[in-house]
């Protein structure tokens, strides 16, 4: 398994991600060198890249105190994703808004959301519109931005 894993290239898709990226790299990785882990998160637009001790895995706590402290700094520390997803379904967003507000997070275009979701782009357009209005955003960065300090789980 772990051979079938390293032999994925997935390099051509790094420069599509376009959020907030924490790569964990464990020292002493036998299959994967310290400079192929840099390599591959140099890929990866603002990607922090953290090593860590620990063999095919990093070392669990460390890991966990290093994925809180870059939560924190995002502003996403601290607070339940009950509580978050509460405060958007409180500003009125529906089910619907949600997952477009969650697309919209992950980068993707109002044709691309169309696509998965099997609305047209219209339709779209007239969610994403709702949910600007609700959230008191100008524009998809302020949604968005909401998104981030909220993460949504979908409803």
Same mark, same amino acid.
């Given at each position: 398994m772990i051979r079938a894993f390293?032999?994925?290239?997935v390099s051509h898709l790094?420069?599509?991600i376009h959020m907030p %990226?924490? %790569?964990?790299?464990?020292l002493d990785q036998h299959w994967l060198s310290v400079e192929e882990g840099a390599k591959f998160a140099a890929k990866v637009n603002g990607a922090r890249l953290v090593f860590l001790d620990g063999d095919?895995?990093?070392?669990?706590?460390?890991?966990?105190r290093v994925i809180r402290s870059f939560l924190?700094?995002?502003g996403l520390g601290g607070t339940r994703p009950d509580s978050q997803r509460y405060e958007a379904l409180k500003r009125g967003l529906t089910g619907r808004q949600l997952e477009i507000l969650t697309l919209l997070g992950s980068g993707k275009t109002n044709r691309e959301i169309a696509?998965?979701?099997?609305?047209?782009e219209r339709t %779209?357009?007239?969610?994403?519109a709702d949910v600007y209005g609700k959230l008191g955003a100008r524009n998809r960065a302020e949604a968005v931005?909401?998104?981030?300090?909220q993460p949504l789980a979908s409803a």
């Open positions: 390293s032999d994925s290239n790094l420069d599509q %990226v924490l %790569v964990l790299h464990s095919q895995e990093p070392n669990h706590a460390e890991g966990v924190a700094d995002l696509e998965e979701l099997v609305l047209s %779209v357009e007239r969610h994403v931005a909401f998104g981030l300090r």
